[in-house]
């Protein structure tokens, strides 16, 4: 396999506690580390509920992501986290299952697993099942526990689907399910559901697998309940691009290489688009339908998904990626529509224009008309650190 894979890693997790609960027992963290082109994922799940579980499931997906980026040896981390977790009063012991993986640069998966249900690797529709060996964590305290791993070369249309049991346990006690959902029942859905939708989305599936988790609870979930999806696919590319050239001169280059763009395109900025419309000979067409006070309404260009406003929407997108969660239901406005273009795509294409706009030097102006350069370097780093997409800023 060459070096750099021809597939983008679209990953995405769904989580839901317990009705009652304020904290969720099941806790999430990534990594990705662009030096070496690895990314780390962990799924940590308290012992119990609420706020003692999430608690023993942080630290517990704090140490194993960090031990990971060092390449400490599994087994040797694995000990220092029992050891590290605190002991209840009443003597017993307190610990988190992990899953924990990790995607080379090159394409080789690793899965680690400590007592979580055994992830699901299809290839296609069809189940893979690479070999399994096991790693005995150090220290005579945890004599008899193991550690699961399995490594494989991912290829194009792979998925992992990783899961608490939450999700193998929902509807235990039920007629349908008396032991359980099961994880060969959640593997068998899963496989219904790619067979069906061969290109179903990371985020799709995920929520296909809790939805069913919370059917099988009727609606009251009565644990914890987290699922995760990796698909590895054909990237969809996305162009945004915001505010005009620095020089005007270079207007026409600027237009040139928009031009030749092949997926989505969107402009933010009544400028730019100006620019845009003027090189392409086109026009911009005004739409009258205003969504709140602080963002002026979407304008259409032809061979464009959308027009907006500059430095108003782009504030707004970023308050919406650092908000974002799987909770999260996007509205019609402009930067809500720019948030789902994001969000669909793999590799953004950021052209920035770096002229500077005097209306925005105004000192009566909000104060959070940050310059644009400044407002854009946040919404890169969260589409990189939070959201995996890769993004291809050009200043011009």
């Given at each position: 396999m060459n070096d750099h894979p021809n597939y983008h890693v679209e990953i995405d997790i769904e989580q839901k506690k317990?009705?009652?609960?304020?904290?969720?027992?099941?806790?999430?963290?990534?990594?990705?580390?662009?030096?070496d082109g690895r990314t780390i994922l962990v799924l940590s799940d308290g012992v119990g509920h609420g706020v003692k579980a999430s608690v023993l499931a942080s630290l517990t997906a704090m140490m194993a992501l960090n031990y990971s980026t060092f390449h400490t040896k599994p087994d040797i981390a694995a000990r220092i986290i029992m050891r590290a977790l605190p002991k209840?009063?009443?003597?017993?012991?307190?610990?988190?299952?992990?899953?924990?993986?990790?995607i080379e640069a090159?394409?080789?998966?690793?899965?680690?697993?400590?007592?979580?249900?055994?992830?699901?690797?299809?290839?296609?529709?069809?189940?893979?099942?690479?070999?399994?060996?096991?790693?005995?964590?150090?220290?005579?305290?945890?004599?008899?526990?193991v550690l699961r791993c399995r490594e494989f070369m991912a290829r194009k249309e792979d998925r992992l689907i990783f899961l608490t049991d939450g999700v193998t346990q929902s509807g235990l006690g039920s007629r349908r399910y008396p032991m359980g959902w099961g994880r060969d029942t959640v593997e068998e859905f899963v496989i219904s559901q790619v067979s069906r939708m061969p290109d179903i989305s990371a985020t799709k599936l995920a929520k296909k697998i809790i939805n069913q988790?919370?059917?099988?609870?009727?609606?009251?979930?009565?644990?914890?309940?987290?699922?995760?999806?990796?698909?590895?696919?054909?990237?969809?590319?996305?162009?945004?691009?915001?505010?005009?050239?620095?020089?005007?001169i270079k207007d026409y280059d600027f237009v040139n290489s928009i031009r030749n763009f092949k997926g989505k395109k969107a402009i933010c900025g009544g400028t730019t688009s100006e620019i845009i419309a003027r090189e392409l000979e086109l026009e911009v067409r005004s739409e009258h339908e205003y969504y709140e006070a602080t963002i002026p309404p979407k304008s259409k260009i032809e061979g464009f998904e959308l027009v907006s406003e500059?430095?108003?929407?782009?504030?707004?997108?970023?308050?919406?990626?650092?908000?974002?969660?799987?909770?999260?239901r996007l509205g019609d406005t402009p930067a809500d529509d720019i948030v789902r273009l994001l969000l669909d795509h793999d590799i953004i294409h950021l052209i920035v224009g770096t002229r500077i706009n005097w209306a925005h030097q105004d000192p009566d102006q909000p104060v959070e008309l940050e310059i644009r350069k400044v407002v854009v370097k946040r919404v890169i780093k969260l589409l990189e650190e939070k959201f995996f997409k890769e993004v291809r800023p050009d200043y011009v």
């Open positions: 317990p009705k009652g609960e304020v904290a969720c027992g099941d806790v999430f963290l990534s990594k990705r580390i662009r030096e209840s009063s009443d003597g017993l012991e307190n610990y988190a299952t992990f899953t924990l993986i990790e090159d394409g080789k998966v690793k899965i680690i697993n400590y007592d979580n249900p055994k992830t699901i690797i299809l290839r296609g529709n069809n189940v893979l099942n690479p070999n399994e060996y096991q790693l005995g964590i150090q220290g005579l305290e945890n004599a008899g526990k988790a919370q059917m099988n609870d009727e609606f009251e979930l009565k644990d914890d309940t987290t699922c995760g999806v990796i698909y590895f696919r054909e990237p969809r590319e996305f162009m945004l691009i915001t505010g005009p050239p620095f020089y005007k500059g430095l108003l929407t782009i504030s707004k997108v970023e308050e919406i990626l650092e908000n974002y969660s799987s909770e999260t």
